[in-house]
């Protein structure tokens, strides 16, 4: 595995590409703050930009680090983040990835979500060498895991009570990806 750090990917109706502090206001007007959209989260709504200038900045300062992986989702018609995905777990002995996500809630339920993790698996299995790529959604979040099998991760599982976001203690569902899984679907033309 050859770990690259956040890069720049281009997929048809956006770019992936490294947060700036300047994308503070931009964040925070299009989900950071929102409750909807932190729902099913570990982390709550941001209280004002304040918040979200220091996390970015703290992201930011993490960039030299190539095992960092946390791209901003911008529309390439609207030109600004409207979400963010990333590596949030890293396991190197067995080469695998930890997918985490989020989308502002005025773009739900229009392909983007799936868009941008397709093109982070494409990157992280075709550049990077990862074997694995999981991730998991609560159980009450089932559009999550659309999202999942949308993207070729096939479910694995449900754990019980094995989780915590803002809604308590939940059970969560466990989809992934092979790198075996992807290649195949490359040559099946998928």
């Given at each position: 595995?050859?770990?690259?750090?956040?890069?720049?990917?281009?997929?048809?109706?956006?770019?992936?590409?490294?947060?700036?502090?300047?994308?503070?206001?931009?964040?925070?007007?299009?989900?950071?703050?929102?409750?909807?959209?932190?729902?099913?989260?570990?982390?709550?709504?941001?209280?004002?930009?304040?918040?979200?200038?220091?996390?970015?900045?703290?992201?930011?300062?993490?960039?030299?680090?190539?095992?960092?992986?946390?791209?901003?989702?911008?529309?390439?018609?609207?030109?600004?983040?409207?979400?963010s995905i990333s590596?949030?777990?890293?396991?190197?002995?067995?080469?695998?990835?930890?997918?985490?996500y989020c989308i502002?809630?005025?773009?739900?339920?229009?392909?983007?979500?799936?868009?941008?993790?397709?093109?982070?698996?494409?990157?992280?299995?075709?550049?990077?060498?990862?074997?694995?790529?999981?991730?998991?959604?609560?159980?009450?979040?089932?559009?999550?895991?659309?999202?999942?099998?949308?993207?070729?991760?096939?479910?694995?599982?449900?754990?019980?009570?094995?989780?915590?976001?803002?809604?308590?203690?939940?059970?969560?569902?466990?989809?992934?990806?092979?790198?075996?899984?992807?290649?195949?679907?490359?040559?099946?033309?998928?």
């Open positions: 595995m050859q770990h690259r750090g956040t890069q720049i990917i281009d997929t048809e109706r956006l770019l992936l590409r490294p947060f700036v502090v300047e994308d503070a206001e931009a964040s925070y007007r299009n989900w950071t703050r929102d409750e909807r959209v932190c729902k099913y989260l570990t982390w709550p709504p941001h209280k004002d930009v304040e918040v979200t200038r220091l996390v970015l900045s703290e992201w930011e300062a993490s960039y030299s680090d190539p095992s960092f992986y946390q791209w901003a989702i911008v529309l390439k018609g609207l030109g600004e983040p409207i979400g590596v949030v777990r890293l396991i190197d002995k067995i080469k695998a990835a930890h997918i985490g502002g809630y005025d773009w739900w339920h229009q392909g983007i979500m799936t868009e941008a993790f397709q093109g982070v698996i494409d990157f992280l299995f075709g550049k990077v060498g990862f074997n694995r790529i999981e991730t998991q959604h609560d159980t009450n979040n089932p559009r999550s895991g659309s999202v999942m099998k949308a993207c070729g991760l096939s479910f694995e599982g449900t754990h019980r009570q094995a989780d915590w976001n803002n809604m308590g203690i939940v059970d969560t569902s466990i989809y992934a990806i092979l790198r075996e899984d992807w290649l195949r679907a490359k040559e099946d033309g998928r």
